[in-house]
T-cell receptor, first 115, second 112 residues
């Protein structure tokens, strides 16, 4: 198992550019989430998905889009990058609560800088 | 809404010292509680968890007990090592949904 993989590891964007952060998991997890990590603020939930075709907003969704066409993939799109989106982005996945084991597994992160 | 509060860091200890990192939570239902650890340049890894009141989670010498009466889940270790230097996050997960709420993280520095 590769677990949760994220690409790229590092990215520099100019203000106004768009890009997609990729996330994939090979554990057949129903739930997938995107977080951003900023100094002193812990992890904040951007968007999450409870299964293919179903997504919902988290705490800080503005400026980001997601879709979930397959169980394995959950890409995060930045529509028009802003310096405030400079952060480290983590993707996570888990089984549903009904499976009895639902702790989240995290990818290695993508460090994004917007200039 | 649900939230997690944990003690500010950084916490600096000498090797073999006793560690406590405080964590308290607010939740409307019956959450599960977690401690995650993040080593430099890496993602978060689950350290331990507890799913109901009075449960004790333990792993690698770390322990935390789910205290419903004080809404707390403090992390403890009897003798820390340099290799324990990392950022520790307390988190909760709601009962009926799998949304996680994380604390702001506590950085632990252990000196030889």
């Amino acid at each position: 198992n590769a677990g949760v993989t994220q690409t790229p590891k590092f990215q520099v964007l100019k203000t106004g550019q768009s890009m997609t952060l990729q996330c994939a998991q090979d554990m057949n997890h129903e739930y997938m989430s995107w977080y951003r990590q900023d100094p002193g603020m812990g992890l904040r939930l951007i968007h999450y998905s409870v299964g293919a075709g179903i997504t919902d907003q988290g705490e800080v969704p503005n400026g980001y889009n997601v879709s979930r066409s397959t169980t394995e993939d959950f890409p995060l799109r930045l529509l028009s990058a802003a310096p405030s989106q400079t952060s480290v982005y983590f993707c996570a996945s888990s089984y549903s609560r009904a499976r009895g084991s639902y702790e989240q597994y995290f990818g290695p992160g993508t460090r994004l800088t917007v200039t | 809404g649900d939230s997690v509060t944990q003690m500010e860091g950084p916490v600096t200890l000498s090797e073999e010292a006793f560690l406590t990192i405080n964590c308290t939570y607010t939740a409307t239902g019956y959450p599960s509680l977690f401690w995650y650890v993040q080593y430099p340049g890496e993602g978060l890894q689950l350290l331990l968890k507890a799913t109901k009141a009075d449960d004790k989670g333990s792993n690698k010498g770390f322990e935390a007990t789910y205290r419903k009466e004080t809404t707390s889940f403090h992390l403890e270790k009897g003798s820390v090592q340099v290799s324990d230097s990392a950022v520790y996050f307390c988190a909760l997960s709601e009962l009926y949904f799998n949304k996680f709420y994380f604390g702001s993280g506590t950085k632990l520095n252990v000196k030889p």
